[in-house]
């Protein structure tokens, strides 16, 4: 299609952006005027901001820039890291092709959570549920995506009445591969295991979204593997940052106007039919929403509200508590620490984001969004052999957040 005019130089003639040189630094940034300095950089295109917290950012830098930040940073004294030194060998090897006998045993569906599947091999493994276990599993589509692929909603119930319900959804940014993995796994653990989950995991209405942005999705697999956004427009331009597009305090700090930004909100809250899809189902349905996560990656973080400024919600003690009830849920799962806070203050105010809109829109209590693995080592790149250990730990902290939501 017209779609993959992106930046020229990097672009193999089959369409794909290549990362050849591009290096990942991580930067120590322990004061204002470091922070400012960064900002002056990322104004002049030199780099790309992929994370970060209080004190250290990740960047990306590509080869052409390398010299003039390098002389940048020195000047000032602050210190880096190289943490991937050449982008595109590390995506290269991230996802390494399967043999036809890691499919053995599996008759029905193609995933492996051993490797990062297309979208085919996700919806098909939806549909083998939907067909295998027509008691307990209900699959819809909720809406479709810019380009007109399907949303697919799939629900967990036993069929009580007065149930409580959750959301769970991934993919809302195209490259946090590790999301729409986690949440299959965690649906395949509930559904292998159902007859033994105790009763606040049975009876709960379970309502799993794994991927919100089937479009950026499939273009970070065929064209570039760092897109963020979804796919609405064309080009260097294109895309909507959905996870600014929620109407809570939409357009606020955080977020950007300009189209061409990773962080632009779209045209006005819910422009996107990607988000529209969320709030038509939600806003629609009678199910008590009692709990809502929002998987995203990377950086090990356990976020509730508010996101749109670094201010909290009265019952934030609440979600503080379980918040941190679920990190330790994790350590005990042998996974990695990660951070407990309220998003604004955590990481930075970003307005427009879904659990925001959760809570507050909603009134759902427990609105998360947890940052999966990892910690800026390989960043959005994270090798097919992490998705296990790291949606192992996911589900023990969405089995904490469930008893919580069980007796709210
Ligand atoms: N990394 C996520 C983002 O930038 C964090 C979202 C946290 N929530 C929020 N409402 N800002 O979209
Ligand atoms: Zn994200």
Redesign the pocket.
Known sequence: DGNVAFDDDFIQPEGRVLYRGSQLWKILVDTEEKAELLAGLRDGEEITMW?GNASTVDILVKPDARDKVRKALDAENIKYDITIDDLQAAIDEENPPLEEEDFDNRNGHRLTWQAYHRLDDLQGYLDFLAETYPDLVKLQTIGNSVNGRPIRLLKISNGQTGNKAIWIDGG??AREWITPATVTYIINQFISNWENEPKYIQNIDWYFAPLLNPDGYEYTHTVDRLWRKNRRGSGRCAGI?L??N?GYRWGGS?SSKNPCAE?YGGSGAFSEPETAAVQKFISGSSAKWKGYI?F?SY?Q?I?Y????NRVVPPDYQDLEAVGQKAAQAIKGAGGPSYTVGP??NT??????????WAKGTMKIKYAY?I?LRDNGRYGFVLPASYIQPTAKEALAAVKIIAEASYTA
């Open positions: 994370g809302i940014h940052d996870n600014r929620f955080g962080t929002s995203h950086g973080y976020l509200p508010w996101g749109y998003a604004g990481l930075y105010p970003a307005a427009g984001g879904s659990d925001d969004t940052e």
